[in-house]
């Protein structure tokens, strides 16, 4: 395996939109969402443990969940675990485990995975992420990692394509978030947009160069982290202050919009993001009508596309329904329509407003 090689994990969410199986206490990716028998954290470990030496995997989280990383990730270091002083987007978390990075192995470079995808193909994936950081440890390059669209998804951010740099490369023209109905139609149909997969690869180097160019203001504290942090002196306060005041924005906002090297891989291997219920759905083997059942006893009738969840033990009896998710976890039963995801986050909010902590 490369030396040089690094995986950065980013597990500190908090995954609302799976509520409410996902909670603040214990949130999607410590659960195993799809009935594996393995969390979604543990499977993005292992997937990358396979072809990354697993000294070089690095998990950045929040610190309410160190214990469960520990506990779901046996055997890993405890110098590979970076615990989030404050949550933030991931910018600050990004920042910070390339300066990591840069400490152990300077001309380190390395891939940032959410710990939230479905992936498959897995030996396709393996060549993508092992040609990703061969080419940003040649080229001065932040790279993202595509997917070809196979539908107009409005819950998925785009990449534009423009110019062809290498085979299957391209220099990136523009980032959009989660678009409209008739922009997703038309991004789809134009074939110069791939989907936004999230996994970024470039080198340490190369990263803490965009966030200082791209924030001028903001280059100053990572400077001042910098310093401590490499000459091994504590940096608890300079990284509060780091992800204080860091812009709360995504990273394509704030530092890959504002770069000029900014490049696009389309990707061979299937992908697809588990941030809600309808793209749980999506990737699951599907029964008569349509619909999946998870690890749950049930009789459904006359249902059509619906999801069901339930605990051990618990039986649904589910007549005409169309396109609804059906789940329950501990204290709370959530029914509402799969592709109405966007309101889960204001059921969560309003559950914590109206009845209390105990039920988000």
Known sequence: MERKNYCIILAGGIGSRLWPLSRESKPKQFIDVLGTGKTLLQMTYERFASF??????????????????????????????????????????????????????????????????????????????????????????????????SRAEISYGYIQMAEEVDSDIFKVQSFTEKPANEFAKLFYESGEFLWNTGLFIWSADTFLSAVADANPAFSGIVDAVRCRYDNGFDASEQLMELFCKCPNLSLEESVLEKSDNVDVMLCHFGWADLGAWEAVHDVLPKLEGGNVVIDSKSLLYDCKDCLIKLPDGHVAVVQGLENYVVVEDGNVLVICKKDGQKNIRKFVNDARMNLGEEFV
């Open 52 to 149: 990354i030496d697993a000294e070089n995997i690095i998990i950045v989280t929040n610190e309410n969940y160190r214990s469960l990383v520990m506990d779901q990730i046996p055997g890993l270091r405890y110098e590979n675990m970076l615990m989030e002083p404050m949550r933030r987007n991931t910018v600050p978390a990004v920042t910070w485990a390339a300066m990591e990075v840069k400490r152990r192995c300077p001309d380190g470079r390395f891939i940032v995975s959410p710990s939230d995808q479905n992936i498959t193909g897995l030996e396709q994936f393996q060549t993508d992420v092992l040609r990703g950081l061969e080419y940003v440890g040649e080229h001065n390059a932040l790279l993202t990692l595509g997917a070809k669209p």
